[in-house]
């Protein structure tokens, strides 16, 4: 072909090469706000609580009967030993001289026939039966006086009473409480706690006591935790001893304000958190600034926080904002 006949044929196709499209530029990487992990500590948990004896006892008869006089009231004093209350004994006595009246019986039976054997006149044999008989009649009048001595209640150990549960003139069952004894001097001072509040206190933990009435404050430290709920209401008990002397009689109820947590916690922003693949992330933003996808565990979320039990440290910057679309190893434009 002729240069001359080549050049209309080129020059179509150099004036489509001018004319095309420039291929569009990549869209800018993601905005996203960022947020500083830092520590710090749980507000302080405040209960309510009432004093008690360190140890409380309930005490009752053995047997049903009518109470015939209760001897204490609440907040005396009693001795081990001590009398507190009694039960109508009109029948046991009764029981009790008729038990006695058939072992002298059958005392004097055995006798006689002991005699009667010793000169022959009766066999060996009716000498055993009236001693089998004196025995029977020995064991009753052992009965009768138990039976009498249980209508009589006695305070096991020294104390104070709490509280009275019954009157006198009032039908009572066996082991039904009459009064509840409180045994020693060492008051505590009982709450109950949910499973959140109880991650927030410790054996040996620092308290703060004081009356619903805003008197005076006193120190006080944790002494027992229960491990398991209680069946009646789902919360844990929890003890605390007052550490400094106190006129607080029991019953009182008091306000228990604790210190943060001994360990303080490390809180995100809600929306830092990414849940995928049944697992919670956040994105770390690092040099570039490009983000590294970094798992940790969640302890619990408390308003438009979550608490982070495992993965962080503190002082990471991870995404606050717009994480939730991010994929690992993302440049990113930070917004500060």
Request: aromatic fraction near 2%; proline fraction near 7%.
């Amino acid at each position: 072909m002729s240069p001359r006949r080549a050049i209309p044929v080129l020059l179509p196709a150099l004036l489509a090469g001018c004319t095309r499209t420039p291929a569009p530029s990549p869209p800018p990487p993601p905005l996203v706000r960022t947020f500083e992990v830092t520590r710090r500590g749980d507000e302080p948990l405040e209960l309510r609580g009432s004093v008690t004896s360190q140890s409380r006892i309930r005490l009752g008869f053995k047997q049903p009967g009518v109470v015939a006089a209760v001897r204490v009231k609440e907040g005396d004093r009693v001795a081990a030993g001590q009398l507190v209350a009694r039960l109508d004994d009109v029948d046991a006595r009764s029981q009790l001289r008729m038990a006695v009246a058939g072992r002298d019986k059958a005392r004097r039976d055995a006798d006689r026939a002991a005699r009667l054997a010793e000169e022959g006149a009766v066999p060996t044999g009716a000498r055993d039966d009236a001693m089998s008989q004196l025995e029977a009649a020995e064991a009753q009048v052992a009965q009768a006086q138990d039976a009498l001595e249980r209508t009589r209640l006695l305070a096991p150990a020294a104390g104070a009473v709490f509280v009275r549960l019954a009157e006198p003139g009032e039908t009572i069952g066996a082991g039904s409480p009459v009064v509840v004894l409180d045994t020693t001097r060492t008051l505590v001072v009982k709450a109950g706690a949910t499973l959140r509040e109880l991650q927030t206190l410790a054996l040996g933990q620092a308290a703060t006591l004081a009356e619903e009435d805003g008197a005076a404050s006193l120190p006080g430290r944790v002494t027992s935790i229960a491990t398991t709920p209680s069946p009646a209401d789902g919360l844990y008990l929890i003890e605390v001893t007052p550490q400094a002397e106190t006129p607080l009689r029991p019953g009182t109820l008091l306000r228990m304000r604790f210190a943060g947590a001994q360990a303080r916690s490390l809180r995100i922003p809600l929306e830092a958190l990414v849940h995928r693949q049944d697992r919670d992330f956040v994105f770390l933003v690092e040099a570039g600034p490009r983000v590294r996808q970094l798992p940790i565990e969640v302890d619990r979320a408390e308003g438009g926080e979550v608490v982070v039990r495992a993965g962080l440290s503190g002082g990471e910057r991870v995404v606050a904002e717009g994480a939730y679309f991010l994929e690992d190893g993302q440049t990113v434009r930070v917004l500060h």
